[in-house]
């Protein structure tokens, strides 16, 4: 253990206890009674070829998901219950259909194999531009254009951060599957924001212009419940940081920056395994009406991302990083309008992969124009 | 490479063909700072040091926006460090060392186990609350508290898994509510009061008991989580640490109001309100750790014994927290527990 600013690096682990003095035994008439305290016993999980997972413990009653929980405790699902215990907290989200989603538990587990680090795990050295580096810098305005990719990118992160932060400790402790996986995709977003922002700051360099602020703001104040939120997380927001994702890792100028993308890519992409299979369950589970205030909902944020998708500073920054300098940013910028174009068409794909009736014909206006652009594409 | 002139020249070409690119210039004289304001203005989830927009809505509207309230020196460095010890419940634990054990200590395991899985994830929720309230100027806080967030969700699972590994269960909940008098690590609404109670104390005493966890393991498994947790919970502590630290350092006018938030957890330590501390006496999770201690439920008298010098151990090593943050006069002007002081110098 090396924790060398802590006062905490003389732990002495396994040593025998300085002191022998006796103490009386505990005199409570209810001694050892929790022995028999157990509403299962005789359970013995096996590991499989992936370990000890998540889904192999979920035997007899502790696999049980209960439809709706009460316990605003933080009972451990299937421990033996304690009459009389005050409430902790009151949890908000108390039914299965509010945040479940079935593989949540071995998503949680992929993430623990997936992990990674941003600083051992990407080549920073390939980046180019350090003092004796034989590599080439990158031309002034791709090196900028990168930053402003970059810090878009980070900011995606940080308010992903923010989203998940402000619903976690809402959720009732009786879908762990879920909470536990949410932490792992929490601790992602905060390795996403610090390698994007590494990546800005690489050589010395300054971070962009932050983003327009719309849907960033859909995310933070929607209010409603986690479903509607996670549609603005995953469907809205996940599909365009995925394409960003791809785009960057496809057109990317170093080893670095191709790496870095990869990895994050796998990340979102279990995000997004995660959000779209809790909506489709929740839709499946709620019905039609839901569905379709869904998709009423969704009407006033199409509007908020047509006038973010105006701005033009992402779009020009990735237009150059694709094109790999200013002279060709027309070609890049062709580009970038497929990236467009494929983000709409995915948004209509998944909303109706989860059970949301929403077509070319009832999307916002300002976003149907971006499924007409067709542009000869290398990607 | 393309030459000023030249460049220039593309420049004026790609404007001509409707590109705006003034966000081009902006980012060529962004001259943010480095250095972490004092006081955040950024109320709009930006990126540290990124450019300000002037018509962005100021959604974020942070409870903290001011660096005395939540920093702490030396975090970029305890993140990467968290980041480097994850580790997996699944596949880093040698789960096929467990053999079957007596029912007695099966049992007292399962209940330890109980707890953990039951109060881990209260170090989840918790700074996961915080995290989304905090500017992202001082994204170095909220990196280090959504780790802290993986860890305790591993924590939960490892814990959960052993339980049901065995031949055992879960066992009895425990109440973490009943009998605390003052503020609750769940009811914090400040930081520095927060982290007093949940890093410094509540969490050190965890964390003497993962270092001790040798011996209460009875095989490979038990003795892996314990080691794993105890990498982990230290630094969790640190962050507490690190943060009482500058606060002694930097905002000394706060010193009274941390010694009060230090008086609440030492009478939780000592008397065992809110069942957090394990150890402390006539507790159910103690009884379970005299029976592991002891070597079975016929051997609580030697696992008590031991017990008590776990206690003076967590009494020790908080002891040792207070030194290091600068808080340890409390130590020697009668202001700390006298229980504590009981358990540390019991002649």
Known sequence: ?379 | MATVTNRADYWEKARESGFDLSWLEQLKENIQGETTNEFSENNTGRVEGSIPRGNVPQFGAYTFRTKKDIWAHNLTKLYQEFVTRQWSSATDIPWETIEPLPDDIEAAECQLATFFAQVEFVASDVPGRFISTMSPDYHEVRLVLLAQVMDESRHLDVFRKRALANGGGLMRMIDTVSDVVGGSTDNAREFTELSSRLHITGEGNVLTLFRLGELMAYNEAEKAIYRRCAQDEARHVAIGVLHLRYMNECNPERREEIHSYLDEGESRQSSGAGGENPAARNVLTSEALAVLLGGGKDKTDEGQKILMAIRQRQTKEYFQRLKSAGFDDRITNGRVNPALLEVYNPN
């Open chain 1, 1 to 379: 253990m090396s924790t060398p600013e802590t006062p905490e690096e003389n732990p002495s682990a396994g040593q025998e206890p300085e002191s022998t003095e006796t103490e009386s035994q505990d005199s409570s008439p209810e001694r050892l009674t929790w022995m028999h305290d157990t509403l299962e016993w005789g359970v013995k999980a096996r590991p499989g070829k992936h370990g000890l997972t998540m889904r192999d413990i979920n035997v007899g009653i502790y696999g049980d998901v209960p439809e709706e929980s009460r316990d605003m405790s933080r009972k451990p699902r299937g421990a033996f219950p304690v009459p009389g215990v005050p409430r902790t907290d009151l949890y908000t989200l108390n039914h299965k259909v509010e945040l479940w989603a079935d593989n949540a538990v071995d998503l949680y587990e992929e993430a623990i194999q997936r992990r990674w680090m941003a600083h051992i795990d990407i080549p920073w050295e390939t980046l180019g531009g350090s003092i004796g580096d034989t590599l080439e810098p990158l031309p002034e305005e791709v090196e900028l254009a990168t930053r402003q990719f970059c810090t878009e990118l980070a900011q995606q992160a940080s308010i992903e951060t923010d989203v998940i932060g402000q619903w976690l400790h809402h959720m009732n402790y009786a879908y762990h599957e879920v909470k536990t996986f949410l932490a792992t995709e929490l601790f992602d977003s905060g390795r996403h924001y610090s390698a994007f922002r590494q990546r800005a700051l690489a050589n010395g360099g300054r971070l962009g212009l932050e983003s327009p602020g719309h849907i960033n703001r859909r995310l933070l104040e929607s209010r409603a419940g986690w479903t509607e939120t996670a549609l603005y997380l995953y469907v809205l927001r996940g599909t365009l940081t995925l394409l960003l994702y791809r785009y960057g890792e496809a057109y990317s100028h170093n080893p670095a920056e191709k790496q870095l993308f990869r990895r994050c890519m796998q990340d979102k992409a279990r995000h997004m395994a995660y959000g779209m299979a809790h909506l489709k369950y929740a839709i499946d589970e709620k019905g039609p009406d839901y569905a379709l205030g869904l998709r009423r909902l969704m009407g006033g944020v199409e509007r908020d991302l047509a006038a973010e998708m105006k701005d033009p500073v992402l779009w020009e920054a990735l237009a150059i990083y694709i094109a790999g300098s200013v002279d060709h940013m027309a070609e890049g910028m062709a580009e970038v309008k497929n990236l467009q174009r494929r983000y709409m068409e995915e948004y209509l794909t998944r909303m109706k992969w989860i059970g949301v009736d929403k077509t070319a014909d009832n999307l916002d206006q300002g976003l149907a124009v971006y499924l007409g652009q067709r542009e000869s594409s290398p990607a």
